[in-house]
């Protein structure tokens, strides 16, 4: 079983990616933390509180409300035309009895590291400023976790905030830059493969037609949030009944990393230079100037699996 601490600005692929943790039989979900980006972190963490309760789990999972702003003091949410205005397609899910922790975002991830002895997989789906501050509070952080999955970024194909950048990195890139050069074993989820696994129209029918009893609240919170996602996709990407699949697919990355093919390259982020912020910057060469670990960066992912296997939790 992988232990898993979540790390989102919970838009709807993030809250999907949760869902799926929360029913996964081989998932057990340590916490979550929060930070801003699909919106601000506090309404991250109400809509994280929510999806727990929905999730109908048996136990308390904790939240932690993090960063509001980047490692600079810059704060920017997504349009709302993307993830709605409370970042969950505006659908309107019963408020939880349970509270978000009176806790540094930070001081949370590495307490858990610590207390889980080198068996934590970090799963990041949002901007990696909560992740740098705890890099900045115990530079031994990366030794004291077991993975570190990371949805980001872009190699061979387009950005998707810039030619050259991907919204998580380039959100708070000076974050990004010292988690891609800490030492962590890192595996980065990026546009590469999230652009090219998708969820149809026709896989939510299957999703409704089979999906158990008991899985039905969180099903048709699906089927609302992605029908608001799939307009955003028609309006963006001139895709018709479907969408992208970012944030899930690094959380069943996270969860059997055979899911992916994978290239190791040494990495850093661009964050001083306005027009390439959030780009990342790598070193082929037989002799790189770069002295960081290399991180995984998949490159190839079996979509048709991952996407059943993302909906197969439900059934």
């Known amino acids: 079983m992988q232990r898993i601490l979540i790390d989102a600005d919970t838009g709807i692929d993030d809250s999907i990616a949760i869902l ?5 039989k081989k998932i057990l979900v340590e916490g979550i933390t929060t930070c801003f980006g699909n919106s601000g972190a506090a309404q991250s963490a109400d809509n994280c509180l929510r999806l727990i309760q929905l999730s109908g789990l048996s136990r308390e999972v904790p939240v932690v409300i993090g960063a509001e702003c980047s490692l600079d003091g810059e704060y920017a949410s997504a349009p709302a ?13 019963s408020e939880s009895s349970q509270t978000p922790l009176k806790e540094d975002a930070a001081d949370f991830i590495i307490r858990k590291a610590n207390e889980l ?89 299957n999703l409704e037609r089979y999906c158990s009893a008991e899985s039905r609240p969180c099903v ?26 970012h944030d899930p697919l690094a959380m069943l990355i996270a969860e059997d990393g055979t899911l992916g093919e994978y290239a190791m390259i040494r990495a850093c982020v661009e964050y001083e230079a306005l027009a390439y912020k ?38």
């Open 81 to 93: 035309h993307i993830h709605g205005e409370n970042g969950i397609g505006n659908v309107i899910l």
């Open 117 to 205: 002895e080198g068996d934590l997989v970090i799963v990041t789906t949002g901007r990696l400023t909560n992740l740098a501050r705890a890099l900045e509070k115990d530079p031994k952080l990366p030794r004291k976790v077991k993975k570190l999955v990371t949805m980001g970024g872009c190699l061979q194909v387009p950005g998707n905030v810039s030619p050259f950048a991907e919204a998580n990195i380039a959100g708070d890139a000076r974050a990004a830059n010292q988690v891609f050069c800490a030492g962590f074993h890192m595996v980065l989820v990026g546009l590469d493969v999230t652009m090219k696994t998708f969820i149809t129209s026709h896989d939510l029918e």
């Open 220 to 245: 048709e919170y699906i089927r609302k949030a992605l029908n608001f996602y799939f307009e955003f996709h028609r309006q963006s990407e001139g895709m018709m009944g479907r969408c992208v699949v």
């Open 20 to 24: 799926y943790a929360l029913k996964s």
């Open 278 to 315: 959030g780009m990342i910057v790598t070193d082929h060469r037989f002799n790189s100037e770069m002295e960081q670990d290399e991180i995984a960066a998949c490159i190839r992912v079996d979509s048709d699996k991952a996407v059943r296997r993302l909906f197969s939790v439900f059934q």
